[in-house]
């Protein structure tokens, strides 16, 4: 194994974003419209910084960086290897793309003189969430858990409704109780081994893996990990949540703040624990696979009984997360890649999604999927949009969903268990059930009064071209799949690469 | 089993009262007192930090000429962090009460629930 790279890279990406996060009230005071540029710049530089990096990793492995300088396992080490870089880049797209949308939408439903401090917590948010992801240090990324979920409570207690409020509200109690039983477990670790670092843990952890403190510690991360994750039957606080954030922030969570959930629970998991300890020690992988295939019916099901737009998309995450989980659980370079995989396609797909859900509440303040009759007319580019995430969450062949689910099902056969064919097959016709539905009113069914009045037009380019762009990407990755396929293959390689 | 109970009371201290903050939270309808159970969670997490980081016999960790034999500072350093985001989170959750009950007339977990339910609009 070639020796990590060391490289400022790293760092930069999280020290930008924190340090703007604090310069944003104070530049909007200079003008106005500085705050939504800060935001989109620095989503921007961070956008290009991850794909450089992910460039170098590709190059030499892995890279790191030392903070102060201080060798680890005695310092914080940040460091990136094929798994982070992937979704580094992921969130820093997501990012960008969402930080151009919300100009218009935030303008629309927050009071102006919000908007500063609206473009300091979204900055915030991001750098946590990238912090999490960038991190080698286990402590460091509770820290960086807390600063994504505080700044993340605080954007969803934006919303116009007053049970915005109730919402964050919920998700602040769940999500500290995860947060703190993530801590309690890193205290565990600590206790045993004496050390933070997660490459440190990962050698000084196989003898202790019989010690019953060890066990424990497991289990607090998993829990604490699947609240944050919206794992069912944890996923309580998230429909509401989606449901009464601000479009921006709905968008910027659904498909980042979950796939950097997955992201740590696969790190701790597979890097930190052996994967042989997940199958030989305790059963987890068994319980989790059980879950997340049950994750998967209920979530499609409970989609299908919505009348909110917004929430009928939560309750369909509730589903996606479980294929993430269920692709990762079977503990095969398959049906990994199919996980990874689908941390990045199901990212495009509910981005859109959601992105298209907001522009529809800008343009006609539909919130409603009834309200979405006769749309088509109304909205032709965002619903032509739309719907290729639909069909692409549907997993219709040419879209990225199909890669995915391609690949989750070939693990399962790989693992020899055909009955989750079932499941994913199952699943996949429920999502065209409700899928279908909306699409069939939206190009189908005749406008409501009160549609009918709204003059036919698109929304701003500032929100037209994001949504155009990832439902583009929902196709391009799909039609020519070969290269973030290639990318999680080598992660996954690196994940369970040693299994048996 | 003197060594289990006696010897290791810290640790017991902390599970109890974790389990009473965790009550709280799920039992309380009131929101401010769902936050003290929040809190006495946390804080429960803060002894165990401070427990694991105790040596027998250990001295405060300062640069002092009796600090040979001293405790280890990390998990002090550790909970220190914990502590400001306890701190953080608890004011965040003050604020958003604080919205509630300007917006619902009310901070009742249930009565919240009732006004949810009911679809008359709210009086801006």
Redesign the interface.
């Known amino acids: 194994m070639n020796e990590p790279q060391l490289t400022p890279l790293p760092l930069l990406l999280v020290f930008i974003p924190l340090a703007s996060a604090v310069m944003t009230p104070l530049l909007a005071r200079i003008h106005r419209s500085l705050a939504a540029l800060t935001a989109q710049v620095v989503t921007a530089v961070s956008f290009v910084l991850a794909c450089v990096l992910l460039d170098r990793v590709a190059e030499v492995g892995r890279v790191v960086y030392w903070l102060g300088n201080w060798e680890p396992p005695f310092g914080i080490e940040y460091s990136v290897d094929m798994l982070n870089g992937i979704v580094l880049v992921l969130v820093s797209f997501i990012g960008v793309v969402v930080s151009v949308f919300a100009r218009e939408s935030v303008a629309s439903e927050i009071d102006e003189e919000k908007h500063p401090f609206f473009y300091a917590m979204f900055l915030l948010l991001f750098t946590g969430s990238m912090g999490i992801v960038v991190t080698g240090d286990i402590?460091n990324l509770?820290?960086f858990v807390?600063i994504s979920s505080?700044s993340g409570?605080?954007l969803i207690?934006m919303g116009r409704n007053?049970?915005a409020?109730?919402a964050?509200?919920n998700y602040?109690?769940l999500g500290?109780?995860g947060?703190?039983f993530i801590?309690?477990g890193i205290?565990h670790l600590?206790?045993m081994t004496g050390t933070l670092n997660m490459a440190d843990l990962a050698k000084l952890l196989p003898p202790l893996y019989k010690s019953r403190v060890i066990l424990t510690a497991f289990a607090l991360f998993t829990v604490g990990l699947s609240i944050k994750l919206a794992l069912f039957p944890l996923h309580v606080w998230m429909p509401n949540a989606y449901t009464h954030a601000p479009s921006a922030v709905s968008s910027l969570l659904a498909a980042t703040g979950t796939k950097v959930a997955a992201y740590v629970l696969l790190r701790v998991m597979f890097t930190v624990f052996h994967p042989n300890f997940d199958l030989n020690v305790i059963p987890v992988t068994r319980i989790l696979l059980v879950l997340a295939s049950i994750a998967i019916l209920a979530g499609s099901m409970l989609a299908i009984a919505q009348t909110n737009l917004k929430r009928m998309l939560a309750y369909s995450s509730v589903g996606q997360i479980g294929y993430i989980v269920l692709g990762a659980m079977l503990v095969n370079r398959t049906g990994m890649t199919g996980a990874l995989v689908h941390i990045v396609n199901h990212a495009l797909m509910k981005g859109t999604l959601f992105l298209a859900a907001g522009a529809i509440v800008y343009k006609t303040g539909v919130e409603t999927v009834e309200g979405l009759k006769g749309m088509g007319r109304k909205m032709p580019v965002t619903m032509a949009a739309f719907t290729v995430a639909a069909l692409s969450m549907v997993g219709v062949p040419l879209t990225v969903g199909f890669v995915s689910k391609w690949y989750l099902a070939l693990g399962a056969l790989d693992a020899g268990m055909w009955y989750l064919l079932v499941v994913i097959l199952a699943s996949s016709g429920l999502n065209a059930i409700y899928f279908w539905r909306v699409v069939d009113w939206i190009y189908f069914a005749r406008p409501s009064k009160e549609l009918e009045s709204v003059p036919a037009g698109e929304v701003p380019w500032s929100m037209l071209v994001p949504t155009i762009v990832t439902a583009g990407l929902c196709i391009l990755l799909g039609v020519q799949a070969d290269l973030p396929v290639s990318l999680a293959e080598q992660a996954a390689g690196l994940l369970v690469g040693g299994a048996h | 089993m003197d060594e289990l109970i006696l010897g290791k009371y810290n640790y017991w201290v902390y599970v109890a009262l974790m389990m009473i903050g965790?009550y709280a939270?799920i039992a309380k309808p009131n929101?401010i007192k769902?936050i003290i159970g929040?809190n006495i969670?946390?804080t429960a997490?803060f002894l165990?930090?401070i427990s694991?980081g105790k040596v027998e016999g250990g001295t405060a960790p300062i640069v002092w000429d009796q600090a040979v034999h001293y405790d280890n500072p990390?998990?002090h350093v550790?909970i220190l962090?914990?502590i400001v985001?306890s701190v953080?989170?608890t004011a965040?959750?003050f604020a958003?009460?604080i919205?509630?009950k300007e917006?619902?007339g009310t901070i009742e977990e249930d009565q919240?629930r009732d006004l949810?339910r009911t679809p008359t609009g709210?009086e801006t």
């Open positions: 402590f509770y820290v807390e505080l409570y605080t207690a007053r049970e409020l109730t964050s509200y602040l109690i500290t109780i947060a703190t801590l309690l205290g600590y206790m | 965790f939270v929101l769902k929040v969670f946390q997490v165990f930090y694991i990390i998990p550790l962090t914990a985001v953080s989170t965040v959750a958003l009460i919205k509630i917006r619902f919240i949810r709210e």
